[in-house]
């Protein structure tokens, strides 16, 4: 089973995964803004080097965020059409759950805070602990606020269980309150997203309830909105 992974959390990150051989191609662009120009190009090169064509994917793996709205929404497109092209199921996982499992890989047992770039002083976040080899158990988030409070509060606080792994962007925008465990990843592995999606399919064969859709988790709303109309003169 060959699945297509795409992110546009940060940057654009894409990925061939195959179930059997593992990565078999991988593609990023570290534009924040460029996702549009960049991500069909990449899609293309990641096909390319592992020398298949679209005919060759069996099924979509596209990141949720949390992301802001414009790059998000970029690669969600990109996945619900490549999938409706294709005819082929798409599936969503958070990005946050992506980088969380990226941990983990690294940090087996660990309780995972995972920081994005929430821009506006802000950052996303969420707390993790393992569940299998290739997925990941939400205990708390996510969620969007300035690090300073995160850093404070006690509600989260009361969810770890020994030391907390601190991982992804944010950590680094904001280290002085929430800084960076040594080696811990900033950067999504959309190759991780194949893997995610893997473990949930086969919870949700067994009747589990698993988290997949691929609704865009933008946790607030846009920063452009479309304008009011204007009130006739009478």
């Given at each position: ?86 005819g082929?199921p ?7 759950d ?11 047992g ?51 269980e ?73």
């Open positions: 089973m060959r699945t297509l992974c795409i992110d546009t959390s940060a940057g654009s990150a894409v990925a061939l995964h195959d179930d059997e051989a593992g990565v078999l191609a991988r593609a990023r662009s570290a534009d924040h803004r460029g996702h549009a120009e960049r991500l069909s190009a990449l899609v293309a090169e990641v096909l390319g080097t592992a020398g298949l064509g679209a005919a060759d994917v069996d099924r979509v793996a596209v990141g949720t965020g949390p992301a802001p709205y414009t790059g998000l929404r970029v690669g969600l497109v990109t996945a619900l059409t490549f999938g409706r092209a294709r082929v798409v599936h969503g996982v958070s990005s946050l992506v980088l969380a499992r990226q941990v983990l890989d690294l940090r087996p660990s309780t995972v805070l995972v920081l994005g770039d929430a821009r506006r002083k802000e950052v996303y976040s969420a707390r993790y602990r393992e569940l299998g080899n290739d997925d990941v158990e939400v205990l708390s988030g996510p969620r969007v606020g300035p690090a300073a409070e995160l850093a404070t509060d006690p509600l989260d606080a009361a969810v770890d020994g030391p907390v792994v601190v991982a992804g962007p944010g950590s680094l925008l904001y280290a002085d309150v929430l800084p960076p465990t040594p080696g811990a990843p900033d950067e999504v592995d959309a190759a991780v997203l194949a893997r995610i999606v893997r473990a949930r399919l086969a919870r949700a064969a067994e009747g589990e309830e698993v988290a997949l859709g691929t609704e865009p988790l933008y946790l607030r709303r846009p920063d452009v909105t479309p304008a009011a109309a204007r009130k006739r003169a009478s």
